[in-house]
């Protein structure tokens, strides 16, 4: 909808304890952000664009605690930055905030990167987060927060 709206959009995959954006878009990423963050390749060698639907993708071809350490660096802000004078919306998907690995990711990426807004998904039935105590467990998001949404599909 936001390309079809005009909008440039770049999607960055920040779910370090469990990425696979690339993977699930169909996409097998030899580099990535952990890349960009180590200073090893570019940001422009990293980001994957595609011409049939106009979205540039970030993926992490790796995760994990050793590589979200790498936020602590220049590279997670400048990234941030870069990506939004190039696109009109960029997206980070970070993964479940909920989770005792990935929040504190997700909540440093928040910070690093400074992002200006969130959409919070919640599962379904009793394993849904209550958004509630997911954002007073995490003021960063709650700050942010545009609103909640409820992820409708089902596990494969």
Do not use: M
Request: contains cysteine; charged residues 15%; glycine residues 10%.
């Amino acid at each position: 909808l936001l390309v079809e709206a005009g909008k440039t959009v770049a999607i960055v995959d920040a779910n370090f304890a469990k990425p696979g954006l690339a993977a699930h878009l169909g996409l097998a990423a030899e580099i990535g952000w952990v890349d960009v963050l180590s200073g090893r390749v570019s940001l422009a060698e990293a980001v994957v664009h595609s011409r049939g639907d106009r979205v540039s993708l970030l993926p992490l071809a790796i995760g994990g605690a050793a590589a979200a350490s790498r936020l602590e660096t220049i590279h997670a802000s400048v990234t941030a930055g870069v990506l939004r004078y190039h696109y009109d919306i960029v997206l980070f998907d970070l993964g479940v905030v909920a989770d005792p690995q990935q929040g504190p990711i997700a909540r440093r990426v928040i910070q690093q990167c400074r992002l200006d807004g969130a959409l919070v998904a919640s599962g379904r039935g009793a394993a849904a987060a209550q958004p509630q105590q997911l954002l007073r467990s995490a003021p960063e998001l709650a700050t942010i927060c545009l609103g909640v949404v409820e992820n409708q599909l089902r596990a494969a």
